[in-house]
């Protein structure tokens, strides 16, 4: 059973039209703009910081002794924390926890693996400022949420020790765009389409198979308790399912939530219909869970 404002979203995004266009520079600030009327919780400061060479973004709530680093979506290509400044704060404000956010370089002028190594170096730059492994979540939606996923299995092959957790919405987890929803859920998902992920994949890498670049190929034994949410009418509902069937069978603890009627990174939209801002709190309290 879906909200009516759920479906009122639905109709909202179909009249609004994917965004298409090669001006990169026009493309990224219309992306940063989309999001620009949803609003930072009051609870939520935000603070510039350089972690380790990447510009980030600390949306403190006043809970430094743990620490969520958040990686955006937009394809690779697109998104900052300005795009995904309320999101960001929401999860911040939900889980109680100061949240990094991360504007890692973007394709294609810093393509694959630019963005994993950056979320890495921030990855070592809240450690080295005291907040130890176990009280670290990364997070991340879309094209964020595969880069955490990389990024785990990055942090585990420099042996770095492993975050506590991982929570991702929606994430993009296999660049070859081959798995059978990117057909079968084609007609209900009113954001993302096949062609354009795969114009995104190709400017981000040139081996799409790459086990860090596409993490549903890698090997995911020893992660981290792993909390995924996903919509029902998106094409890379299977990303998630996929993923999640793996990582199970690597012996990690994996909860998925698929949404019905949910669009591409609902939670992203919880101050316009009840099942994003449900998601939000769902997400906090894992957070809380197992950051203490």
């Known amino acids: 059973m879906s909200s009516p404002e759920n479906i009122a979203m639905h109709k909202m995004l179909r ?3 994917i965004p298409t266009g090669n001006d990169l520079p026009e493309m990224r600030k219309f992306f940063d703009s989309m999001y620009a009327d949803y609003v930072v919780p009051a609870s939520v400061k935000r603070e510039k910081v350089n972690a380790n060479g990447v510009d980030a973004e600390w949306f403190r709530v006043g809970n430094p002794t743990a620490c969520i680093i958040f990686s955006h979506g937009g394809g690779y290509v697109l ?3 300005i795009s995904h400044q309320a999101l960001i704060g929401e999860i911040a404000d939900a889980a109680g926890v ?4 991360l504007n890692y370089r973007l394709a294609p002028e810093h393509a694959f693996p630019a963005g994993v190594e950056d979320l890495v170096n921030a990855y070592r730059f809240v450690l080295d400022s005291g907040v130890p492994a176990d009280r670290i979540a990364l997070a991340g939606d879309s094209a964020g949420g595969g880069l955490t996923l990389s990024g785990l299995l990055s ?3 420099q042996g770095l020790p492993s975050p506590r957790c991982a929570y991702v919405i929606s994430p993009w987890t296999d660049l070859t765009t081959t ?3 990117m057909a079968s859920q084609a007609d209900l998902d009113p954001i993302c389409t096949l062609e354009s992920l795969q114009q995104l994949a190709g400017l981000y890498s040139g081996d799409l ?4 670049a596409s993490p549903l190929h890698g090997d995911w034994s020893g992660q981290p308790p792993l909390y995924i949410q996903v919509g029902e009418y998106e094409i890379l509902l299977d990303d998630s399912r996929e993923l999640a069937k793996k990582a199970k069978a690597a ?4 909860t998925l939530e698929v949404s019905p009627m949910g669009v591409h990174v609902y939670p992203q939209f919880s101050q316009i219909h009840p099942e994003g801002a449900d998601a939000i709190v769902k997400a906090g309290a894992f957070l809380r869970k197992h950051l203490g």
């Open 155 to 157: 942090i585990k092959a």
């Open 15 to 17: 009249e609004r039209g």
């Open 179 to 181: 798995l059978p929803t």
């Open 98 to 101: 100061d949240t990094l956010g």
């Open 209 to 212: 198979k790459d086990p860090i």
């Open 251 to 254: 012996g990690v603890d994996v």
């Open 79 to 81: 998104g900052s924390t």
